[in-house]
């Protein structure tokens, strides 16, 4: 419905008013808007309607940017409106936790118990949110982090599991905060081989495979020394992969530019779009110092992907992806957004390598395995999400032949799913004797053998399309073949467990001392965020707020200005006095900005912003060259004149007396006097505003006494008239003494500030900006001042 996120209510005015009532389609709606602070008598009075009808409540939602704000209340009356809203409005609550605490008599009558567990970015808060939620309606809420497997909470509910009483809190997110060391500078490696490395003294593995990959594609993808191009400005994703290398203790940054080439660097992350990822990537395909490629879009149609895998094995390069978060070499390198926040990272000890590589298809459930292997055994020595699509550009063989060559990988976890026979190829490699290193995997989707019909899941490739590709066939399959297969997906964990001791006591693995990460700072944007911190504003506004819904002016709603009809005149008074001001004065506003629009090409600023525009200049410099004139001389005089008044008014001294003294001074009485206009020859706009301002304004004092000033003057010489430049300033001042939206002491603080002259600069900006265009309309050419309006006045020639 719009570009632009807009609330609901104001989405369905739009269509009324554009909509044709007389019409099929009909879109009539009545609606009344309550706050935290709505007076209700008043509301009854605009809306006398809501006492007669089935009222609908709901949350005011912005289209296109909807959240989860609760329910809907419908046919109730407008004490049950009262009732629905009493306990939501001005209420922070949502989701989940509004559910309970609007359901707790349900839920304890029914004797519900809540489970919870939570991982991602600062899922420490949302379960200390639900926790105090538990805790203050009384139902059994119990929360677990990603200290517990995240199907635990299922077992747990059904009571086939016992429920801790206190989970294990993770210590990790203590390095997460600010550098306790004080030293920006990268620390010293914290280790320099992986838990399970071989060292040269040890003796080579008893059973030996049969020979590697074919040659072209590089069997390590990722080291120490890897660096990336991400094509697309990724800053969040590049910022991450940074703070990984610093608590890797890498040398250099892994990431070497957004753009391209770079001759160093050999690996390509493209963020490109679905619509331009394909060409970007064969264009870089032909650079032969890439050998990696990881392409996060999805949606990229299957034909073209097939067109990049081709392209691919004939230039030895390997593709993560399509559709994929990438992949993680713990302690060297990382895709992206791979491993999600650093917090995670810490947590699954993903800045040092361990024994065990994993592939997968999911890029969620890579995060996971993260998690779960860093808890059971020594962690992730590699790890692959070659993402969802029917067509991956690596497949799990691929990256699980790389595992099987790589010394440092002691063993393998590969998480399948139902549809395709890639895991068949696993099968084959174990009785071909290639794959020797012991392998747990898991197909996930074994639910689906519990519908009677065809079920698509996820991911695209995600399908079951014959009995060979369901999860439960493919399960049964590898373990046949010698696969430790768990019995459910529960267990992943405790199977990984079982295998990596088993090598740990057979000294296959030798784990190593662990040593503790650097300190890293946190994201200054999530420690705000969390309240761990506070910055001091740059600069404070107080007359617009555009963050919210719509936009404010001076807290008033943008709709509420249309609606109330208030102008260019109510505008400017929210924008420059941040009030509402009368009707009349917002009137007399606009009638100062027509009247200041123009007054001909002659004057100095208009004369100079015709010459900007005869010299090829641009609008905005033209115009400022015009502004730039407006000072005491031109123009600028409202400010002036209504200070001079003012001071003379306020001191008590008559008319007569205020001329004589300004004589006396050698002053000039600001806003009197005019060039061409006379008393013979009155200038109509000074006649205009003043028959306004006697006929509307509650009280007309200053005007009054410069009124009298000019009769004195103007005895003198008939040319000394209060200008338009005095008649708008001395009014204005009237407006704001005498209107009641101001205290007198605000009335004169815009006046000491310089207020008025801004409605000469605006209502002559409209004039400039006329003259350019009809400048360019006219297509006039540079302009040269002609010699005979000039007189040289130069001095006598002097020789020597």
Same mark, same amino acid.
């Given at each position: 419905?719009?570009?632009?996120?807009?609330?609901?209510?104001?989405?369905?005015?739009?269509?009324?008013?554009?909509?044709?009532?007389?019409?099929? !389609?009909?879109?009539?709606?009545?609606?009344?808007?309550?706050?935290?602070?709505?007076?209700?008598?008043?509301?009854?009075?605009?809306?006398?309607?809501?006492?007669?009808?089935?009222?609908?409540?709901?949350?005011?939602?912005?289209?296109?940017?909807?959240?989860?704000?609760?329910?809907?209340?419908?046919?109730?009356?407008?004490?049950?409106?009262?009732?629905?809203?009493?306990?939501? $409005?001005?209420?922070?609550?949502?989701?989940?936790?509004?559910?309970?605490?609007?359901?707790?008599?349900?839920?304890? &009558?029914?004797?519900?118990?809540?489970?919870?567990?939570?991982?991602?970015?600062?899922?420490?808060?949302?379960?200390?949110?639900?926790?105090?939620?538990?805790?203050?309606?009384?139902?059994?809420?119990?929360?677990?982090?990603?200290?517990?497997?995240?199907?635990?909470?299922?077992?747990?509910?059904?009571?086939?599991?016992?429920?801790?009483?206190?989970?294990?809190?993770?210590?990790?997110?203590?390095?997460?905060?600010?550098?306790?060391?004080?030293?920006?500078?990268?620390?010293?490696?914290?280790?320099?081989?992986?838990?399970?490395?071989?060292?040269?003294?040890?003796?080579?593995?008893?059973?030996?495979?049969?020979?590697?990959? *074919?040659?072209?594609?590089?069997?390590?993808?990722?080291?120490?020394?890897?660096?990336?191009?991400?094509?697309?400005?990724?800053?969040?994703?590049?910022?991450?992969?940074?703070?990984?290398?610093?608590?890797?203790?890498?040398?250099?940054?892994?990431?070497?530019?957004?753009?391209?080439?770079?001759?160093?660097?050999?690996?390509?992350?493209?963020?490109?779009?679905?619509?331009?990822?394909?060409?970007?990537?064969?264009?870089?395909? @032909?650079?032969?110092?890439?050998?990696?490629?990881?392409? !996060?879009?999805?949606?990229?149609?299957?034909?073209?992907?097939?067109?990049?895998?081709?392209?691919?094995?004939?230039?030895?390069?390997?593709?993560?992806?399509?559709?994929?978060?990438?992949?993680?070499?713990?302690?060297?390198?990382?895709?992206? @957004?791979?491993?999600?926040? $650093?917090?995670?990272?810490?947590?699954?000890? $993903?800045?040092?390598?361990?024994?065990?590589?994993?592939?997968?298809?999911?890029?969620?459930?890579?995060?996971?395995?993260?998690?779960? /292997?860093?808890?059971?055994?020594?962690?992730?020595?590699?790890?692959?999400?070659?993402?969802?699509?029917?067509?991956?550009?690596?497949?799990?063989?691929?990256?699980?032949?790389?595992?099987?060559?790589? *010394?440092?990988?002691?063993?393998?976890?590969?998480?399948?799913?139902?549809?395709?026979?890639?895991?068949?190829?696993?099968?084959?490699?174990?009785?071909?004797?290639?794959?020797?290193?012991?392998?747990?995997?898991?197909?996930?989707?074994?639910?689906?053998?519990?519908?009677?019909?065809?079920?698509?899941?996820?991911?695209?490739?995600?399908?079951?399309?014959?009995?060979?590709?369901?999860?439960?066939?493919?399960?049964?399959?590898?373990?046949?073949?010698?696969?430790?297969?768990?019995?459910?997906?529960?267990?992943?964990?405790?199977? !990984?467990?079982?295998?990596?001791?088993?090598?740990?006591?057979?000294?296959?693995?030798?784990?190593?001392?662990?040593?503790?990460?650097?300190?890293?700072?946190?994201?200054?944007?999530?420690?705000?965020?969390?309240? #761990?911190?506070?910055? *001091?504003?740059?600069?404070?506004?107080?007359?617009?707020?555009?963050?919210?819904?719509?936009?404010?002016?001076?807290?008033?709603? !943008?709709?509420?200005?249309?609606?109330?009809?208030?102008?260019?005149?109510?505008?400017?008074?929210?924008?420059?006095?941040?009030?509402?001001?009368?009707?009349?004065?917002?009137?007399?506003?606009?009638?100062?900005?027509?009247?200041?629009?123009?007054?001909?090409?002659?004057?100095?600023?208009?004369?100079?912003?015709?010459?900007?525009?005869?010299?090829?200049?641009?609008?905005?410099?033209?115009?400022?060259?015009?502004?730039?004139? /407006?000072?005491?001389?031109?123009?600028?005089? #409202?400010?002036?004149?209504?200070?001079?008044?003012?001071?003379?008014?306020?001191?008590?001294?008559?008319?007569?007396?205020?001329? @004589?003294?300004?004589?006396?001074?050698?002053?000039?009485?600001?806003? /009197?006097?005019?060039?061409?206009?006379?008393?013979?020859?009155?200038?109509?706009?000074?006649?205009?505003?003043?028959?306004?301002?006697?006929?509307?304004?509650?009280?007309?004092?200053?005007?009054?006494?410069?009124? &009298?000033?000019?009769?004195?003057?103007?005895?003198?010489? *008939?040319?000394?008239?209060? @200008?338009?430049?005095?008649?708008?300033?001395?009014?204005?001042?009237?407006?704001?003494?005498?209107?009641?939206?101001?205290?007198?002491?605000?009335?004169?603080?815009?006046?000491?500030?310089?207020?008025?002259?801004?409605?000469?600069?605006?209502?002559?900006?409209?004039?400039?900006?006329?003259?350019?265009?009809?400048?360019?309309?006219?297509?006039?050419?540079?302009?040269?001042?002609?010699?005979?309006?000039?007189?040289?006045?130069?001095?006598?020639?002097?020789?020597?």
């Amino acid at each position: 419905m719009s570009a632009k996120a807009i609330s609901e209510q104001t989405g369905k005015e739009l269509l009324y008013k554009f909509i044709c009532t007389t019409s099929a !389609i009909q879109n009539r709606f009545k609606y009344a808007r309550a706050t935290p602070d709505t007076d209700w008598a008043r509301l009854l009075q605009d809306h006398p309607w809501l006492l007669s009808q089935n009222l609908v409540v709901k949350p005011d939602q912005l289209i296109k940017r909807r959240g989860k704000l609760g329910l809907v209340g419908v046919n109730l009356t407008l004490d049950g409106v009262k009732s629905w809203l009493k306990p939501r $409005l001005g209420q922070e609550a949502t989701g989940i936790v509004r559910a309970i605490r609007d359901y707790q008599g349900p839920l304890k &009558e029914h004797e519900v118990t809540v489970f919870v567990r939570r991982g991602g970015p600062n899922y420490q808060e949302g379960l200390r949110v639900m926790g105090e939620v538990g805790k203050t309606t009384g139902i059994p809420i119990h929360v677990f982090g990603t200290e517990t497997h995240m199907t635990a909470i299922v077992g747990m509910a059904l009571g086939h599991r016992p429920i801790p009483n206190q989970p294990p809190t993770a210590a990790h997110t203590a390095n997460f905060l600010l550098n306790a060391s004080g030293s920006t500078s990268t620390p010293a490696p914290s280790r320099t081989a992986s838990f399970s490395e071989s060292r040269a003294d040890e003796v080579a593995p008893a059973k030996k495979a049969k020979p590697a990959m *074919p040659q072209g594609k590089s069997t390590t993808l990722f080291s120490r020394h890897t660096k990336a191009i991400v094509w697309g400005m990724q800053t969040r994703a590049v910022q991450g992969m940074l703070d990984f290398d610093y608590v890797c203790s890498r040398d250099e940054p892994s990431v070497a530019a957004m753009v391209y080439p770079f001759p160093e660097v050999d690996v390509l992350i493209n963020f490109a779009s679905l619509r331009s990822a394909y060409d970007s990537t064969m264009e870089t395909m @032909n650079y032969v110092q890439i050998r990696t490629i990881a392409i !996060i879009a999805e949606g990229i149609p299957e034909a073209l992907t097939r067109k990049l895998i081709k392209k691919a094995d004939q230039k030895g390069v390997t593709i993560i992806g399509p559709a994929t978060v990438g992949g993680i070499k713990p302690g060297c390198f990382k895709i992206g @957004n791979t491993g999600g926040m $650093l917090d995670n990272i810490l947590a699954s000890k $993903l800045y040092r390598p361990g024994s065990v590589a994993y592939v997968s298809r999911s890029g969620g459930m890579s995060n996971e395995l993260n998690n779960i /292997i860093s808890r059971t055994t020594d962690g992730v020595y590699e790890g692959v999400a070659i993402g969802g699509d029917r067509y991956p550009g690596s497949t799990f063989m691929d990256h699980v032949l790389r595992y099987q060559d790589a *010394p440092g990988v002691k063993m393998i976890v590969v998480l399948g799913e139902i549809g395709g026979t890639e895991e068949y190829k696993i099968c084959r490699g174990i009785k071909e004797g290639r794959l020797t290193k012991p392998i747990v995997c898991w197909c996930i989707g074994t639910c689906a053998t519990m519908f009677s019909s065809e079920v698509q899941f996820g991911h695209a490739g995600a399908c079951a399309n014959q009995a060979s590709e369901t999860a439960v066939a493919k399960n049964q399959a590898l373990k046949e073949a010698g696969v430790f297969v768990p019995r459910s997906f529960d267990e992943l964990g405790e199977i !990984i467990q079982s295998v990596y001791e088993d090598l740990v006591a057979n000294g296959v693995i030798v784990p190593a001392q662990e040593v503790p990460p650097p300190t890293v700072p946190m994201d200054y944007s999530w420690a705000r965020e969390l309240g #761990l911190i506070r910055k *001091p504003a740059s600069f404070m506004t107080s007359i617009c707020d555009e963050r919210g819904q719509e936009l404010i002016y001076a807290g008033m709603p !943008i709709t509420e200005v249309f609606k109330e009809e208030m102008g260019i005149g109510g505008v400017l008074g929210l924008l420059w006095f941040q009030k509402r001001l009368p009707k009349y004065s917002c009137q007399f506003i606009e009638m100062c900005l027509m009247v200041t629009a123009d007054h001909g090409p002659a004057v100095s600023g208009a004369h100079n912003t015709i010459i900007c525009a005869r010299a090829g200049k641009d609008l905005v410099s033209s115009l400022t060259s015009g502004l730039l004139t /407006i000072g005491d001389r031109f123009g600028g005089a #409202l400010d002036a004149a209504a200070k001079m008044f003012s001071k003379a008014f306020d001191s008590g001294i008559i008319p007569m007396e205020f001329v @004589n003294k300004m004589k006396k001074e050698g002053k000039l009485i600001m806003g /009197i006097g005019h060039r061409v206009k006379s008393i013979n020859n009155p200038d109509m706009r000074v006649q205009i505003l003043k028959d306004y301002v006697r006929q509307h304004f509650p009280a007309t004092p200053l005007l009054d006494y410069a009124l &009298e000033v000019e009769k004195i003057t103007t005895s003198k010489k *008939p040319n000394l008239i209060l @200008n338009v430049d005095g008649l708008i300033g001395v009014a204005f001042v009237d407006m704001l003494r005498n209107c009641g939206s101001f205290t007198r002491e605000e009335a004169d603080e815009y006046i000491d500030i310089g207020a008025l002259n801004g409605i000469f600069v605006l209502g002559r900006s409209m004039g400039f900006i006329g003259h350019y265009l009809d400048q360019k309309r006219l297509k006039q050419g540079l302009y040269r001042h002609p010699w005979d309006d000039i007189s040289y006045v130069l001095p006598e020639h002097m020789s020597m």
